[in-house]
Structures are given as C-alpha cells and as structure tokens.
C-alpha cells in the first residue's frame, strides 16, 4: 500500500488526509500537535468524523515510518523549503514530492534542489478550517497534476489515480506551467486587491476598484506573454485574461479570497509568490509592472502593521 505523508496541516493538507486515509496509509505533519479525532464537512453538508495519524515534525524524527509512496506539502507558499527542510533527514531523496502552493515561487526553487520528482498540483477545491478540529469542504473541483520539466508523466498518472479513487477530480497534464501561471495571473487580480481593502470578490466590480483591476490585467497579460503563457479558454491577448478574470470575480463573488482571510488572521501573505515572480518577470523582459509593484508595497506595508504587532 502506497504511503502518503501529508505536510501542512492546513485545509487542503487535511482534506487530502481524510480522503485518502480511507485507502492509504497517511500521515499528517505539522509543527504542532493536532487532534486525532478530525471532522470533515462534505460539501453536501454532511460531518463525518475520523481519526487521522498526525504527528509533529518532532515525533517524525523517532517515528522510523517506513519510507513513504509521497510526501505532499500543503503549507503556504512561503514555507514550503523550510518545511520540506524540516523533514529532508528522514525522507529518501529518491521520494516524489507533491507541491500544492499557490503562485510560482517555492515549485521551481524546489524542482531545481529536489533530485527525485517533484509534481505540482493546482487544485479549485474550495476548503477551510473551523477550529483546530475540522475542515469544511465548501465545494468540489478539479485538480491538475504534472512536473515543470514533463519528466514524470507516469508518476503524475499514477497519482492522479489514486486521487479520484479518493473522490478528487484529478487529471495528469504536461503544461502545469502554464496552468500555474494562469492561476497566479487570476490571484494578482484579485488577491490584492481585497486583501487591501477588505472586501468580497464580487466588489471589485464596482467603479471603486475596477480600474485598478483593468490596470492589474494589463501588465500581467504583458508579463505573460513574455513568459510564454498562453491566454486562457484559447482566447487572445488581453481580452481573454479580462474575460476570465470578471468570470472568477462573479463566480466567486461571495467569497473572502484567501490573501484577505490572511490579512484578517493577521498571518504573511502569498505576495510574495503571487505578484513576486510576475514582478521579477517584468524587470527581466524589461516591461513595466509599476500597477503590480505598488499593490506589493501596500500589501507589504499593511502585513507590517500586523506581523510587527504580534
Ligand atoms: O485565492 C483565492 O481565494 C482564489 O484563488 C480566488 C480565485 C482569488 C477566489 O477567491
């Protein structure tokens, strides 16, 4: 039976625990320690509870695990080498690891330092923590899978396998890439923005932000052309990326995007993974990103004010 270590255990850490503990042997990593018992609420509302084998990174070091199929990191982007760091003395370096941040910064930082394979996954299933011991799974998705230099196809099958045995949408691609770029192009036009204003997605529309969001979309779909990221649902240059940004903002006009619930629980953003490489991107194809630059100003400034306090 393949083993999954699962390190994160955020809520798409634990989501993937409950389902895939049912099939496999799992493991949830954190720094601390969780509650055995876990409650998961399915999106159709209803609670189910189950005992997940969770340790700290602590007890991983005397636990003598037998060597696991995959070691999934569901942290944040901005921790993902350190957590990867914390367990490196007990992994084999042969393990595939499965990388599920947001953004462009730890998966190609990670691809390059790994020697096994490395697999990303970009995922729309919507889920959040309630309390230290549930996870709600507010709404069902698909999940991509693949690795940046397209070596791994079969590893990426293999786990996209196992991942709809567990009642994921999942599917192997050779372009994660670009489905990571299309998605972090998404998140710069969103994310920021009503991370700084505290405001639902659906609130851009209004003549208060939409500018800044129009101005946003410019210099990305400039950046990602540069990148050689095709525009989505193959469309053309900037139009498509406005089409699909206002399709994401109505879609999900009622949510609290994820870069404000950090700005409300006073933790780091993902900036730095999101509008960071598309800034880096801009200076190295020599474009302009002044619109992108000073929302990651702002943003910075507004995680000072907390991350300063605390
Ligand atoms: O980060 C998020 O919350 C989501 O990716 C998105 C698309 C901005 C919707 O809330």
Not at 88 to 94: A, D, E, F, G, L
Not at 136 to 158: K, P
Not at 195 to 200: K, Q
Not at 207 to 223: D, L, P
């Amino acid at each position: 039976m393949t083993s999954h270590w699962i390190l994160g255990p955020g809520a798409i850490g634990r989501l993937l625990a409950h389902s895939l503990s049912p099939l496999a042997a799992v493991t949830l990593i954190g720094r601390r320690a969780l509650a055995e018992q876990q409650w998961l609420t399915t999106p159709e509302g209803e609670r189910r509870v189950q005992r997940l084998n969770a340790l700290t990174v602590d007890q991983m070091a005397s636990a003598d695990l037998p060597a696991p199929g995959f070691v999934h990191i569901t942290t944040k982007a901005m921790a993902a080498e350190v957590a990867l760091e914390s367990i490196s003395k007990i992994t084999p370096p042969t393990t595939p690891l499965v990388l599920w941040q947001n953004g462009f910064l730890a998966q190609p930082c990670i691809t390059e330092s790994w020697p096994g394979p490395v697999l990303c996954a970009t995922t729309t299933e919507g889920a959040y923590l309630s309390g230290g011991d549930g996870v709600v799974h507010a709404g069902r998705g698909h999940t991509l899978i693949g690795d940046l230099r397209d070596q791994h196809r079969s590893v990426s099958e293999a786990l996209a396998e196992t991942l709809s045995k567990a009642g994921f949408t999942a599917t192997a691609v050779d372009d994660i890439r670009q489905r990571l770029w299309q998605k972090l192009a998404v998140n710069a036009a969103i994310n920021p923005l009503v991370a700084l204003h505290g405001v639902r997605n659906g609130e851009l529309r209004g003549a208060r932000y939409s500018g800044r969001v129009e101005s946003v979309i410019n210099q990305v779909a400039m950046i990602l052309q540069a990148e050689g990221i095709q525009p989505p649902n193959a469309g053309q240059g900037e139009d498509a990326w406005r089409a699909l940004v206002w399709q994401v903002v109505d879609n999900t006009a009622n949510n609290k995007a994820s870069m404000l619930q950090d700005v409300e629980a006073s933790r780091p953003t993902e900036r730095g993974a999101i509008l960071g490489p598309l800034i880096e991107s801009a200076q190295r194809h020599g474009l302009p990103c002044e619109v992108l630059q000073a929302l990651d100003q702002e943003i910075a400034a507004l995680e000072a004010s907390y991350l300063s306090a605390r």
